[in-house]
Every structure is written in C-alpha cells, then in structure tokens.
C-alpha cells in the first residue's frame, strides 16, 4: 500500500519561505517520478513541480519558476518543495504523488500566505 505523508506547511507571510516534506512507503521513489501537486481554494488539483526518477531531472509551473525547486532523498524515500517569495495565491493544500497521480492521495500539508 502506497502512503505519502505531507508535512512542514503552515502560515507565512508574503515573501516568506517555507519547505515541504514528503515521505513516502510502499513506493520506490527512484524508480517512479514524483511530483508536487496543490489544490487552492475553489480550484481543481494542479500540478506543481516534478522530479525525474532517474536523472532527478526537474520541472516546475511557470507560476512557479525561481520560486520554487523540487528535490529529493533516494535513500530516505522523501520528496521536498522548497518554496521562496511566497505569494497569498500561493495558498493551498499541497500534496505530493507520482507524476501520473495514481496513488492514492495523502492527506496534504496547508500552506497558507497572509499578512
């Protein structure tokens, strides 16, 4: 059974930093893409920033570009989102899962962008 379990969300306020962590089971993560996704409030998930399996090759969302970076930990099976000059539309339950989201989701980390 494949578990991901967010963490390291909270309040920031705009321009701030935060760094989100996921540690995941069941799953090997080098072998697999893995990807941060958000859901902001009154949208649809979307998809955030993705790390390649093997070459740790990463993309991110043009809203997100020279915001944010994607890496992570083969040994300890964890993916991270570094996130700098956070924005209140930033705001938003960020999960993490494969790149193709067909595991079942966990239950999110919160990050939330005010004053």
């Known amino acids: 059974q494949v578990h991901f379990v967010e963490s390291g969300g909270g309040l920031v306020q705009p321009g701030g930093s935060l760094t989100l962590s996921c540690a995941v089971s069941?799953?090997?993560?080098?072998?697999?893409?893995m990807s941060w996704y958000r859901q902001r409030p009154g949208n649809e998930r979307e998809l955030v920033a993705s790390i390649t399996a093997i070459t740790a090759g990463t993309n991110v969302a043009e809203y997100a570009k020279g915001r944010f970076i994607i890496s992570k930990n083969n040994d300890k099976n964890t993916v991270h989102l570094q996130m700098s000059s956070l924005q209140p539309k930033d705001t938003a339950v960020y999960y993490c899962?494969?790149?193709?989201?067909?595991?079942?989701w966990g239950q999110g980390t919160q990050v939330t962008v005010s004053s």
């Open positions: 069941g799953l090997d993560i080098g072998s697999n893409h």
């Open positions: 899962n494969t790149l193709s989201a067909d595991s079942p």
